[in-house]
């Protein structure tokens, strides 16, 4: 086999087993085509990806305001262009006029955060649109489960965005509260080719190049 081969063998994941845990980086673009066919086609030609972070972020004001209105990323003020792979979601919380001036502050708003109360909803709109959590769950249990990471990173396409929608259950003993959420994606750079392109258009590309990929899933397996 010449290294030629042996390099395309190493792609399609031909010689590579699948295990638990591994993370997107890792995956072949059969695997990883499951998922996004243009992140697959970009990791094909070679295009490297650079970070890119997008916030959610909202307040509440008092203490007698029990949910916010729904926010998405920069509150609408900006979206994503291409397809983008998101791996880590972290989020801060900041109480103001909670012991201001005191050395402990910070200590503090970080306990605060843990215990805070608050909730949350998030759900992904676009096509498709669908739920990530229909029901109003403790900030901490939703975004540390999130920040657990996902076995192929969580593909967010270009006519998507994540919105989410909070809800104060014990009141805020020192408003305002400030909520950062911030999502930690993944673009491909130096080239406009993957803006708005479709996952059949990646699909086809693919092909031409002999990756072949079945939609609307692959099994893993390369294509004879």
Not at 46 to 72: C, E, K, M, Q
Not at 187 to 200: E, L, N, R, V
Request: charged share 15%; glycine share 6%.
């Amino acid at each position: 086999m010449d290294l030629e081969q042996e390099a395309k063998r190493y792609l399609q994941g031909v010689d590579r087993k699948v295990g638990v845990g591994r993370r997107w980086q890792e995956s072949s673009i059969y695997e990883l085509a499951q998922y996004s066919p243009q992140l697959a086609l970009a990791r094909a030609l070679g295009v490297p990806l650079a970070p890119y972070h997008l916030n959610i972020r909202t307040s509440f004001l008092d203490s007698t305001t029990l949910t916010t209105n729904p926010v998405t990323f920069e509150n609408g003020n900006t979206s994503i262009v291409q397809p983008s792979i998101c791996d880590q979601i972290v989020y801060s919380m900041t109480a103001t006029n909670a012991f201001s001036g005191d050395v402990f502050k910070t200590l503090s708003d970080w306990f605060y955060q843990t215990v805070s109360g608050i909730q949350a909803m998030m759900w992904v709109e676009g096509q498709p649109k669908y739920t990530v959590a229909p029901f109003y769950t403790p900030i901490n249990a939703l975004l540390s489960s999130l920040a657990e990471g996902w076995p192929l990173g969580w593909v967010l396409n270009y006519n998507q965005t994540v919105s989410m929608q909070f809800q104060q259950t014990v009141p805020v003993p020192f408003p305002p509260v400030n909520i950062i959420v911030t999502f930690r994606l993944w673009q491909p750079i130096g080239t406009d080719d993957f803006q708005m392109m479709t996952a059949y258009d990646a699909r086809k590309r693919l092909s031409d190049m002999g990756l072949e990929s079945a939609p609307p899933y692959t099994t893993g397996v390369p294509a004879k």
